[in-house]
């Protein structure tokens, strides 16, 4: 069983930046495709962005140039920097956990973008 922590998630004015962290225990994240979404009140969950075993990374069409996924293995964590933010931003953001046998999720964290 892996477990993920999101934080970070905060209220923020429209143009400024945050960092959002997932720590997992129970499994390497270096292993594994690790996945940020999101989902707004009333809307689908959707990817953000995604980082493969092989850091390989993918963003979607929406964040592209505005966000970064990383990860610190020793850290056992993947990280979302958030800049240029939007109030179309506004959501909750989950960490997903994916290694072809199993998938986990985290109970995400909020973000508010103000206009």
């Known amino acids: 069983q892996v477990h993920l922590v999101e934080s970070g998630g905060n209220l923020v004015q429209a143009g400024g930046s945050l960092r959002l962290s997932c720590a997992a225990s129970?499994?390497?994240?270096?292993?594994?495709?690790m996945n940020w979404y999101r989902q707004a009140p009333g809307k689908q969950r959707d990817l953000v962005a995604r980082?493969?075993?092989?850091?390989?990374?993918n963003y979607g069409d929406s964040v592209k140039g505005r966000f970064t996924i990383s990860r610190d293995n020793a850290e056992n964590t993947v990280y979302l920097q958030m800049n240029s933010l939007k109030p179309e931003d506004t959501a909750v953001y989950y960490c997903?956990?994916?290694?072809?046998?199993?998938?986990?999720w985290g109970q995400g964290t909020q973000v508010t973008v103000s206009s």
């Open positions: 997903n956990y994916a290694d072809g046998q199993s998938n986990f």
């Open positions: 129970g499994g390497a994240v270096s292993v594994a495709t």
């Open positions: 980082i493969t075993h092989d850091s390989t990374t």
